[in-house]
């Protein structure tokens, strides 16, 4: 109850005028816009651009929002179908090189590492490099998912919403998904 407390007073204060309360509602959201955005779009110029049309976007449309989901749900649809109306825009480009192998998302930002074994932390950081290179091979769809749902902690429900696709859609992705990486990280383990 409070959480909608505070987005409801977030979002009053930004249509009041409040560039403050603006500025806290991209910080509050940028990281899942961009998890959002970044599967779909891959890491290059045009990401930062999609980016800040979703908050453009975002401040222009924010009257009609309604409260009637959450407004992360709302922000994360509005970055998903800008990426769409990108994609469709962009549909020459093949979606399998989109993705670049010199500046990848890193699905893990930091190392939790409790040794002061140097062999140790060398294994540990292998194995999250390992882990980033197979989550960037993943088909676009499932690393969305897979982000949203690990990284950004949304429930699938809100996930279903934000995709605009069925709940069972959102699990079918997600299974997909754990069992590429298990392939990719076991094939990486025998080689």
């Not at 940028?30 to 779909?40: A, R």
């Not at 069925?166 to 298990?182: D, E, G, M, Q």
């Amino acid at each position: 109850m409070q959480k909608v407390q505070d987005e409801k007073y977030l979002v009053n204060e930004v249509l009041s005028g409040n560039k403050r309360a603006f500025v806290q509602l991209i910080r509050q959201y940028e990281g899942l816009v961009l998890h959002i955005v970044t599967p779909l779009i891959g890491v290059n110029e045009d990401r930062e651009d999609i980016c800040q049309d979703v908050f453009i976007k975002v401040y222009e449309k924010l009257n009609t929002f309604q409260f009637k989901s959450k407004l992360s749900t709302w922000i994360g649809n509005i970055a998903y179908n800008s990426s769409i109306n990108y994609l469709q825009k962009k549909k020459n480009v093949l979606l399998s090189n989109i993705v670049s192998t010199e500046n990848e998302l890193s699905f893990i930002d930091s190392i939790n590492i409790e040794t002061d074994n140097p062999e140790k932390i060398s294994i540990r950081r292998e194995d999250i490099s390992q882990l980033n290179q197979s989550i960037n091979i993943l088909p676009e769809f499932q690393k969305t998912v897979l982000l949203l749902f690990y990284k950004e902690e949304i429930s699938l429900d809100e996930i279903s919403k934000i995709l605009e696709i069925p709940v069972n859609t959102v699990k079918s992705h997600l299974f997909r998904a754990r069992n590429s990486l298990k392939q990719l990280m076991t094939k990486k383990e025998t080689i």
